[in-house]
């Protein structure tokens, strides 16, 4: 079964706004980290965050993280175009327990 | 570097056929993986193997075998493929020690009809 649930499923902004989409798992983790996959496309990692961080940054992507709730998320500042794609979250207890979600399929229009 | 590469990109077979997916990488990874990814199933883990010689089973691993006889090569073979096999399969690799970090191949369509 799958680990990760994304919420949306399915997002529809305009250029210029924010993103976010949200990840919950059910089990501990060590880390979760944040893929993206342009249509037709292998996944492309985009961020990791250990269990003992809250928030990560990098370029216009931040992550949280928050145990407690087992959950995390994804926030794209000012969006393009470009950032049309799926985006999945991925959780890590060791090699053999990578687990990915079901994934936010985003669209940003022009 | 090529990065992690997956042969045929596209297949079609009929039921009962057998076929290798193949799938190298050139970054000297230790840990190599396939998923399949089906439509509103995110991607689930056929098999894994840590090194050379070793491989072990993922979340869904019926129907598929695999070896890891060099570091670089990873085949996923399909020795009587179903409709239910009707699936994007990816290969990714890992760095030991790299916190899990995936690096993908573009994947293989394929077909069973």
């Known amino acids: 079964s799958q680990q990760g649930e994304e919420d949306p499923q399915a997002l529809s902004i305009q250029e210029g706004e924010n993103a976010t989409m949200n990840c919950s798992y059910k089990t501990s983790i060590n880390n979760l980290q944040w893929y993206r996959q342009n249509s037709g496309r292998g996944l492309v990692h985009l961020i990791l965050i250990r269990s003992n961080e809250r928030e990560k940054h990098s370029g216009r992507l931040r992550v949280t993280l928050d145990t407690s709730k087992k959950s995390s998320s994804l926030l794209i500042t000012a969006s393009r175009a470009a950032d049309t794609a799926s985006y999945f979250c991925?959780?890590?207890?060791?090699?053999?327990?990578?687990?990915f979600g079901t994934g936010t399929k985003l669209q940003v229009i022009p | 570097n090529a990065g992690v590469t997956q042969t045929p990109k596209f297949q079609v077979l009929k039921t009962g056929q057998s076929m290798t997916l193949q799938c190298a990488q050139d970054m000297n990874h230790e840990y190599m993986s396939w998923y399949r990814q089906d439509p509103g199933m995110g991607l689930r883990l056929i098999h894994y193997?840590?090194?050379?010689?070793?491989?072990d089973q993922g979340e869904v691993p019926n129907g598929y075998n695999v070896s890891r006889s060099t570091t670089e090569d990873f085949p996923l073979r399909l020795l009587s493929a179903a409709p239910s096999q009707t699936s994007v399969y990816f290969c990714?690799?890992?760095?030991?020690?790299?916190?899990?970090?995936?690096?993908f191949g573009p994947g293989t369509r394929l077909t069973v009809l």
């Open positions: 991925a959780t890590s207890g060791g090699y053999q327990k990578v687990t």
């Open positions: 193997s840590v090194g050379a010689g070793i491989t």
């Open positions: 990714a690799s890992t760095r030991e020690g790299s916190d899990n970090e995936q690096f």
